[in-house]
């Protein structure tokens, strides 16, 4: 079982910054892929950003790159999600997911199939 919990989110001015954190429980966190995702109101959930268990591999929503950074910290069982030059419509509830079941995984997914435990996710809002 893994515990999943997002911090750092907020209202921010467009142009402002935000850094999202995801802490996870468990001994198994530096092999496992990371994502994040967000669910703007009236829309599905969509893909942000991911990472491989090594940190080498990132893979990015075509909207975001450039402005939207994914990183981990193994030593401290932490996933960031560095988000620059906001925008209103980044406006979402944006979610941290693990996939546990490909351990030691080299490459990335941005399925929501392929991940296995979420955290309950956290209000970024950009006002105008």
């Known amino acids: 079982q893994v515990q999943v919990v997002e911090s750092g989110g907020g209202l921010v001015e467009a142009g402002g910054s935000l850094r999202l954190s995801c802490a996870a429980s468990g001994r198994s966190f530096s092999t496992y892929g990371w994502g994040w995702f967000r669910q703007a109101p009236g829309k599905d959930r969509e893909f942000v950003a991911t990472i491989a268990w090594s940190g080498r591999t990132t893979y990015y929503l075509d909207s975001v790159k450039g402005r939207f950074t994914i990183s981990r910290n193994n030593a401290k069982n932490t996933v960031y999600l560095q988000i620059n030059s906001l925008k209103p419509e980044d406006t979402a509830v944006y979610y941290c997911?693990?996939?546990?079941?490909?351990?030691?995984?080299?490459?990335?997914?941005?399925?929501?199939?392929?991940?296995?435990?979420w955290g309950q996710g956290i209000q970024v809002t950009v006002s105008s």
């Open positions: 997911a693990a996939d546990t079941s490909r351990q030691l995984y080299s490459g990335v997914s941005y399925s929501e199939r392929d991940y296995d435990y």
